[in-house]
C-alpha cells in the first residue's frame, strides 16, 4: 500500500486546459472517490495516475516515488475500467493470470493468487468459462479479480459501476467497499454517480472544469458546501435556489424572496448581517421541506404557499414540483402526504438547514 500525492498537476489537450493546478494528498489505505459532471477531468486524473496519459506540469508521487517518467508497468498500480477490458478467447482464469504470466510468476504463485482471488470474490465457479458466457456483474468481478492478483499499492476504478444496471450497481457498491475494508488497500474511484460518491467515499473530491471545488468526507460535504456548484450537484434532488434580498435588524433576518419571506437562523445573524440589503442566493435543500398541514404548530417566517405542479410517488417518499410565483420548489415528503397537481397547500421549511450564497461569486455564505 502507498500515499499518493498530486503537486500542482495540470494536463492540457492542445488548447483544453483539462486539469487545472491540482493538489491532493490521499492517505496510505484510504478510498478516495473524484465525483463530477462529464468533462470536468476526473478520468484524466485517473489516467495521470496509471501513467496512460503525459503529465503537462506539476508532480505525482506514489509512495515516495516521483512517477511523472515512470512507465506505467513500473506504477504498481492496477487500474479497472468502465467496460471491463477482458480478453473475449480466454478463459477466466487466463484472463486473471496472464499479467502474471508476463511477469514470468512461477505456475505456482500463479495458481495459488488466482485461486485466492476467485474465493474473495465468489469466482471459484466460474474460471473455466469465456467472457461471453458470464453477466455484467461476473465480469466485473472477474477484472477486479485481474487486479486483485496483481496485488498492487493502489487500485484505480474508472466509473467501474457505469454499465451495470441499478440493483446490481448496489450490490456491487456494497462488494467493493467490503472489498476495500479487506484489502486496506490505497483506491482512487472515478465516478459521475453522486450517489455512489456520497457512499463509498471515506473523502469526495468535487471537481469542475478541471478544478477541484471540495475535497472533505462526504457528510460535511453535503452539510457545508463551498460554493453553489458543488450544493447543487451534491444530493438527489438537487437543492433548489431562490434568488432573494437579505432584510431585517437587530439580529432578526429575513431572505425576502419574489413570493415568500424566509426567517434566517439567529447562529448566522453575523454572516446574514453583512448581506444586509444586497441580493444573495437561498440555497434549501428537499429533504428539508415539509407538509405544512396537519394542525402542526409553525414558526411565523418558515412556510411558504404554491400550486403542486408535479407529483413523483416513489415508494419510500413523494417528489413534490411546488409553482410559487416563478419559482419552482422541489420537496422531498412523506409517502403519505395527500397532494394532487393543482393544489394550493403550505409548506414549512427546516430554517436550521437554509443556505446562502453570494450571487455574483456563488461562494457559500453559511
Known amino acids: 500500500m502507498a500515499e499518493v500525492r498530486f503537486k500542482a498537476v495540470g494536463k492540457?489537450?492542445?488548447q483544453v486546459k483539462a486539469v487545472r493546478d491540482f493538489f491532493l494528498d490521499i492517505a496510505d489505505g484510504e478510498f478516495i472517490v473524484l465525483v463530477g459532471p462529464s468533462g470536468c477531468g476526473k478520468s484524466t486524473l485517473l489516467r495521470l495516475a496509471a501513467g496512460l496519459e503525459e503529465i503537462s506540469s506539476g508532480e505525482i508521487y506514489i509512495g515516495d516515488r516521483l512517477v511523472n517518467d515512470v512507465h506505467p508497468s513500473a506504477r504498481d498500480v492496477a487500474m479497472v475500467f468502465q467496460n471491463y477490458a477482458l480478453y473475449p478467447q480466454m478463459t477466466v482464469y487466463q484472463n486473471m493470470s496472464f499479467c502474471l504470466e508476463m511477469r514470468r510468476v512461477s505456475q505456482n504463485q500463479i495458481k495459488d493468487k488466482v485461486r485466492g482471488a476467485a474465493r474473495l470474490l465468489g469466482l471459484e465457479h466460474l474460471l473455466e468459462r469465456k467472457p461471453r458466457q458470464l453477466s455484467g456483474g461476473q465480469r466485473q468481478r472477474v477484472a477486479l479479480g485481474r487486479a486483485i492478483v496483481r496485488n498492487p499499492r493502489v487500485f484505480l476504478f474508472d466509473e467501474p459501476l457505469s454499465n451495470l444496471?441499478?440493483?446490481?450497481?448496489?450490490?456491487?457498491?456494497?462488494?467493493?467497499?467490503?472489498?476495500?475494508?479487506?484489502?486496506?488497500?490505497?483506491?482512487?474511484?472515478?465516478?459521475?454517480?453522486?450517489?455512489?460518491?456520497?457512499?463509498?467515499?471515506?473523502?469526495?473530491?468535487?471537481?469542475?472544469?478541471?478544478?477541484?471545488?471540495?475535497?472533505?468526507?462526504?457528510q460535511h460535504v453535503y452539510d457545508h458546501p463551498v460554493n453553489m456548484f458543488v450544493a447543487g450537484f451534491i444530493g438527489a434532488?438537487?437543492?433548489?435556489?431562490?434568488?432573494?434580498?437579505?432584510?431585517?435588524?437587530?439580529?432578526?433576518?429575513?431572505?425576502?424572496t419574489a413570493n415568500a419571506e424566509f426567517k434566517l437562523p439567529r447562529d448566522k445573524a453575523a454572516k446574514?448581517?453583512?448581506?444586509?440589503?444586497?441580493?444573495?442566493?437561498?440555497?434549501?435543500?428537499?429533504?428539508?421541506?415539509?407538509?405544512?398541514?396537519?394542525?402542526?404548530?409553525?414558526?411565523?417566517?418558515?412556510?411558504?404557499?404554491?400550486?403542486?405542479?408535479?407529483?413523483?410517488?416513489?415508494?419510500?417518499?413523494?417528489?413534490?414540483?411546488?409553482r410559487c410565483g416563478e419559482d419552482v420548489i422541489v420537496a422531498r415528503l412523506d409517502p403519505y402526504v395527500t397532494c394532487r397537481p393543482g393544489d394550493m397547500t403550505e409548506f414549512r421549511i427546516r430554517s436550521e438547514h437554509l443556505h446562502l450564497f453570494d450571487q455574483e461569486s456563488g461562494l457559500t455564505i453559511f
Open 237 to 256: 434532488p438537487a437543492m433548489n435556489f431562490l434568488d432573494c434580498e437579505i432584510m431585517g435588524e437587530k439580529g432578526e433576518f429575513r431572505a425576502s
Open 165 to 218: 444496471d441499478a440493483k446490481l450497481r448496489i450490490a456491487m457498491r456494497a462488494e467493493l467497499l467490503d472489498l476495500h475494508q479487506r484489502l486496506k488497500t490505497t483506491t482512487i474511484y472515478v465516478t459521475h454517480d453522486q450517489l455512489e460518491a456520497m457512499t463509498m467515499g471515506d473523502r469526495i473530491v468535487v471537481l469542475k472544469d478541471g478544478v477541484m471545488q471540495q475535497a472533505d468526507s462526504p
Open 272 to 322: 446574514a448581517e453583512a448581506y444586509l440589503g444586497r441580493r444573495a442566493v437561498l440555497g434549501l435543500r428537499p429533504e428539508h421541506i415539509d407538509d405544512a398541514a396537519g394542525g402542526r404548530q409553525v414558526e411565523p417566517g418558515s412556510t411558504f404557499k404554491g400550486s403542486v405542479w408535479v407529483v413523483e410517488p416513489v415508494g419510500s417518499e413523494k417528489i413534490v414540483h411546488v
Open 12 to 14: 492540457t489537450f492542445g
